[in-house]
């Protein structure tokens, strides 16, 4: 896999100067869920497409911002599922942005996931690698320096909840409100990677993003946001579900489908299983 993970990091490098000095305005074209593409969505990914396909390792591959599986090497091992750039909305107003990727073996599902990266573009740019444990690496003078290992604490102390509220079951957000009122501070900045990765760092908390009236499914996408995650956060010693079960035992009966889901360490995990296990 170490080709993979060399392949990611230089497509990373790549992405951070199209970051830095491409256009952050919109396409005239539509991805699968409909969402209109960014610029930076497309350049993205032809970028990380065309990194992968010098990589003999890769049997195929599927993007976020793509409608079909695109075959590579008919004897690889892997299979990579890939967000090349989430959040990429907030690149306009200088927020953190990341690129996200699921690998998987057999066949793209929760079950056969056995690695993910994720890129975080912020101040600095950071490259997480989980395999049996969670790695971190910074880009320091183009080159990525190990770090950290990263584990997280038992409980934290950040909430981060997703989606419309207007749109949440009273359960749910009694169950926000709650946690709240417990002291957990906000910190909610629209991309799930700096998200995600500020919980991991600061030693644990809770993300969510539910199933609403608007989307009973939520918005996150399986293959290539939400299964890389849980990958992730499952190996830093936390819980990833749907609400009720590990999410990575979620079937996915087509490439593009979403689920709800809460990322945490154990207690807060713990928490909303209880809450939604008597309400849901
Ligand atoms: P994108 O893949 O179109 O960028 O959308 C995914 C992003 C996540 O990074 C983030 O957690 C979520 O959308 C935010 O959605 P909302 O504004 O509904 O809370
Ligand atoms: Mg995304």
Redesign the pocket.
């Known amino acids: 896999m170490t080709e993979i993970f060399d392949a990611i990091k230089k497509s990373a490098i790549e992405i951070k100067n199209l970051i830095e000095t491409g256009d952050t305005g919109k396409s005239t074209h539509e991805?699968s869920?409909g969402?209109t593409q960014l610029k930076l969505?497309i350049a993205s990914d032809e970028i990380i497409e065309n990194i992968f396909k010098e990589v003999s390792s890769i049997k195929a591959i599927v993007s976020?911002e793509q409608e079909e599986i695109i075959s590579l090497n008919k004897d690889g091992k892997y299979l990579i599922a890939y967000?090349p750039?989430?959040?990429?909305?907030?690149a306009d107003v200088n927020l953190s942005?990341?690129s996200i990727f699921g690998i998987y073996e057999n066949e793209f599902s929760g079950k056969n996931i056995v690695a993910s990266v994720y890129v975080v573009y912020g101040p600095r740019v950071e490259l997480v690698i989980a395999t049996t444990d969670v790695k971190m690496y910074r880009l320091i003078n183009n080159k990525f320096k190990f770090m950290q290992e990263i584990k997280l604490n038992e409980k934290g102390k950040l909430n981060?909840p997703?989606?419309?509220q207007n749109c949440w079951a009273p359960y749910h957000k009694k169950m926000i409100d709650d946690i709240f009122q417990d002291g957990y501070r906000l910190r909610?900045?629209?991309?799930?990677?700096p998200?995600?990765h500020q919980i991991l760092l600061k030693g644990g908390g809770l993300?969510s993003?539910p199933g609403t009236t608007d989307r009973p499914k939520g918005?996150?996408?399986q293959l290539?946001?939400v299964f890389p995650f849980a990958f992730v956060y499952e190996k830093a010693n936390g819980q990833a579900i749907d609400g009720f079960d590990r999410v990575l035992d979620v079937e996915t009966t087509h490439i593009h489908d979403t689920s709800p889901c809460f990322f945490g360490s154990n207690e807060e995990i713990n928490r909303v299983k209880k809450v939604y296990k008597e309400n849901a």
Request: charged share 25%.
């Open positions: 991805n869920t969402d969505d976020e967000d750039l989430d959040g990429s909305s907030l942005v990341g981060a997703g989606s419309t909610y900045s629209g991309g799930m990677v998200d995600l993300f993003y918005k996150l996408r290539f946001e």
